[in-house]
């Protein structure tokens, strides 16, 4: 019997005899999701190789023997959580009726940064990238694929619906998804000057603006019903 665990912490036990890969990869998914709580409950910096192994049930030496590093840990965690994000995009846009996939897309990224436990692990890599060369390279790669994902998903859905975007769409969508990131992080620090419905009258602003979205684009309490 094996166990299969994923980055956002959820594991799934199979039965049958297992390869020496498949252990591996058992024990490479574990420290992934080990790596997730412990660097929720104490930051990047503060956790050490011994915390995270402990956490998955193993030693350094299996650490070692999967990871060459606290960062290349990091990295593989933000770039399975950036997959999953996508994953969520594209699943947005291919359910439901098409003329609303305008405002399930915005209501999405309204709502992903809020309702997402990793985001201060985002926010703590950010910072780290300013001296870290590598962290930053994966970071900009990763935004760069958000972006264009988020844009794709946007023009699909005005196709759909016989509408074009401006051509100063990306830029909204770059300003869109920093209004996400700058709403979610000051929830964090304040949630008595910013809240929920601030973030959708500032999102229902552009979007109406920019997408052509009558009466507004995002239900920021729909999308969270519905997630």
């Known amino acids: 019997m ?3 665990c994923h980055s956002d912490g959820k594991c799934i036990m199979k039965h049958g005899r ?5 252990r591996k990869s058992d024990t490479r998914s574990r420290l992934i999701a080990a790596s997730r709580t412990v660097f929720i409950e104490k930051g990047i910096a503060a956790a050490s190789l011994d915390n995270i192994a402990r956490a998955a049930g193993y030693t350094r030496g299996a650490f070692y023997a999967n990871f060459v590093s606290k960062r290349d840990l990091l990295i593989e965690l933000l770039r399975q959580d950036h997959d ?9 846009v291919a359910n439901g009726a098409p003329e609303e996939s305008a405002s399930r897309v915005l209501a999405y990224c309204a709502n992903l940064l809020s309702s997402r436990d990793c985001f201060p692990i985002w ?33 699909h859905a005005r196709e759909c619906v016989g509408t074009t975007l401006p051509a100063t769409t990306d830029a909204t ?12 992080l000051a929830h964090t620090n304040d949630y008595k ?5 601030m973030t959708e009258v500032l999102l229902n602003t552009l979007s109406t603006r920019v997408f052509s979205c009558r009466g507004g684009c995002v239900d920021v309490e729909a999308q969270r019903t519905n997630s």
């Not at 962290?135 to 844009?151: M, N, P, T």
């Open 84 to 92: 999953r994000m996508l994953a969520g995009l594209e699943a947005v």
């Open 173 to 184: 969508l770059f300003g869109l998804l920093i209004l996400c990131s700058g709403s979610r």
């Open 193 to 197: 000057s910013v809240d929920d419905d």
């Open 2 to 4: 094996s166990t299969t």
């Open 123 to 155: 926010v703590e890599a950010m910072v780290l990238s300013i001296r870290d060369d590598e962290i930053r390279a994966v970071l900009d790669a990763l935004w760069v694929e958000l972006l264009d994902a988020f844009g794709r998903c946007m023009r």
């Open 18 to 22: 297992i390869t020496r890969e498949q």
